[in-house]
């Protein structure tokens, strides 16, 4: 088959403030440089500062280094607006649009210890429903690291906010053994996706595409902590047919992009 | 592909066994199922299927029911089998459990009389010994008798089951090959495993954690490429991801043959000359 494009839906920018080691790639030209050498054709990006320190500072250093490169689409990670700290949601998403920002990231851990802890705010309506409403009007894919989020809440975000796609990633911490959790609320919900990064279990892509088709999965690597080619290997050379590996490695996610209402 | 010559290691990976010629020995290898997620692959078949989609050669393997319950004979008699049904491609590795001490011996020679088994599973953590206990000292001390090898599950910063306790046991009895598995998971600990793989010239590091991007370099770095083995924890992992991390790693490709094989082979050689 001819050669696949990988679009990365899990990746980030920036310097870890404890990096598992001291050369991971951190600034823009070398997150290309590795995608260069691995065959990652693009990613959505976010930035580490607006995960580790400030939302806000960190997307606006995003913005800056980013700086409309055609390769790296930036994804903004976001907060509830009741603080003040984020304008109103209806607000935010339009001004996301006019600056190309197709989709969001949160961390709504109460947690207080890495790689665990998080913005701390609870997801139920009260809190981040008007965030998510707003996405969901918009079809913004909402991604979120497995570790951020219990099963009971993904159940729940899903129920309340039926057309907003969520991505559950694989970034802080690997928290594979996913099959038992996600296969009953797959069956539920229309509206919930899986990346591919680092571990999983033999034959975990082929059962899912064998029960429910390649629609699920997104390529995601996890850079810069976790190395890509764990999640290339895991597409190239799946037991699949190819139009289920081009669905996988970009296929599924430039679907969900072009979706999104402008 | 690369410019004009030969397809790259990395090239071989991702492409597979068809894109060229890799000498591939996985050195850490389950049969069975495990209690947090359903092993949609548990059985003989699934491995060597596995195996000859990925182009590996040979496979150490072990039972997860001795790992994580107290019966071990069952699983050691699925890998026998196993051996015997596909010879050549399995090197079975008895899995022994030291709170049931009495057994442990009868249940090495069991296997290597009945299977021709010349390999030694450990798993400190889950049966509650240090490496280092004398519990183990049998075990050691069948091992450099018989010419085993021994394998065993560490954690760098484990309670239980750390590189440093295997480490002394390797010092105890240098006619044995120690391998210690899932080195990492970070540049401190590939520091650790580093330092005893430098310590005993018998001690060698498998690769298989959840380790982080670059983490392989460094491993290599500091234990020496002659002393670093491929380990895919298959088929609990999908061989997809130890592959993978190989492919995208910046070893050079003579390293990356030596990681992937030749240095697990040459154990293998050892073992099969009853020199373990």
Request: proline residues 7%; glycine residues 8%.
């Amino acid at each position: 088959m001819a050669e696949l494009e990988f679009f990365d839906c899990n990746c980030a920018v920036g310097r870890y403030t404890n990096p598992p080691v001291p050369d991971l790639p951190a600034t823009v030209d070398e997150l290309l440089a590795t995608f260069d050498y691995a065959g990652i054709r693009s990613a959505l990006v976010y930035h580490l500062v607006a995960r580790e320190y400030d939302a806000e500072t960190g997307n606006e250093i995003l913005m800056e280094e980013l700086n409309g490169n055609g390769r790296l689409l930036p994804q903004w990670v976001l907060l509830p607006h009741h603080t003040g700290e984020f304008p109103p949601p209806r607000e935010l998403t339009e001004t996301m649009i006019d600056q190309g920002v197709l989709t969001g990231r949160i961390y709504p851990s109460q947690k207080m210890d890495l790689p665990e802890t998080g913005h701390n705010f609870p997801l139920a309506d009260w809190s981040a429903g008007p965030l998510l409403s707003a996405l969901e009007e918009r079809r913004m894919p909402l991604f979120v690291d497995q570790s951020q989020i219990t099963w009971d809440e993904v159940h729940d975000v899903c129920s309340r906010h039926p057309d907003l796609p969520l991505v559950l990633n694989q970034s802080a911490r690997i928290s594979w053994r996913t099959n038992r959790p996600i296969w009953p609320l797959w069956e539920i919900h229309e509206n919930l996706y899986l990346d591919t990064a680092e571990n999983h279990e033999s034959g975990h892509i082929e059962r899912i595409v064998e029960r429910f088709g390649p629609g699920r999965l997104l390529f995601g690597t996890g850079l810069p902590r976790w190395a890509p080619g764990p999640a290339i290997v895991a597409i190239s050379r799946a037991r699949i047919d190819d139009d289920a590996k081009r669905q996988i490695a970009s296929g599924n996610l430039k679907r969900l992009l072009e979706r999104v209402r402008r | 592909m690369s410019a004009a010559g030969p397809p790259t290691v990395s090239e071989i990976l991702k492409n597979g066994p068809g894109a060229g010629d890799l000498h591939i020995v996985d050195f850490h290898t389950h049969l069975g199922r495990w209690y947090q997620h359903w092993a949609s692959e548990d059985r003989p078949d699934h491995l060597i299927s596995s195996m000859d989609q990925f182009g590996v050669k040979t496979s150490v393997v072990h039972h997860l029911m001795g790992l994580a319950s107290g019966d071990v004979r069952r699983g050691n008699d699925v890998i026998g089998q196993a051996m015997r049904d596909n010879p050549g491609r399995l090197e079975g590795a008895v899995e022994v459990n030291p709170n049931y001490r009495d057994a442990t011996v009868p249940e090495l020679e069991r296997c290597r009389d009945e299977y021709g088994m010349r390999a030694i599973k450990l798993y400190p953590h889950r049966h509650g010994f240090h490496l280092n206990d004398r519990a183990y000292w049998p075990v050691y001390e069948f091992a450099s008798e018989h010419g085993f090898v021994v394998v065993s599950h560490t954690g760098a910063r484990a309670a239980i089951g750390t590189p440093v306790e295997l480490s002394e046991a390797a010092m105890q009895f240098p006619g044995v090959t120690f391998v210690a598995y899932h080195a990492g998971p970070d540049l401190e600990g590939a520091r650790i495993y580093g330092e005893c793989a430098r310590a005993s010239s018998n001690f060698y590091i498998e690769i298989c954690a959840p380790i982080t991007h670059n983490l392989i370099e460094h491993l290599v770095s500091e234990a020496g490429e002659d002393r670093v083995l491929f380990g895919s924890d298959s088929l609990l992992l999908s061989l997809s991801v130890a592959i993978g991390r190989i492919a995208s790693c910046r070893l050079s490709d003579d390293q990356k043959r030596k990681v992937l094989g030749l240095n697990g082979q040459r154990i293998l050689d050892k073992l099969r000359n009853g020199d373990g």
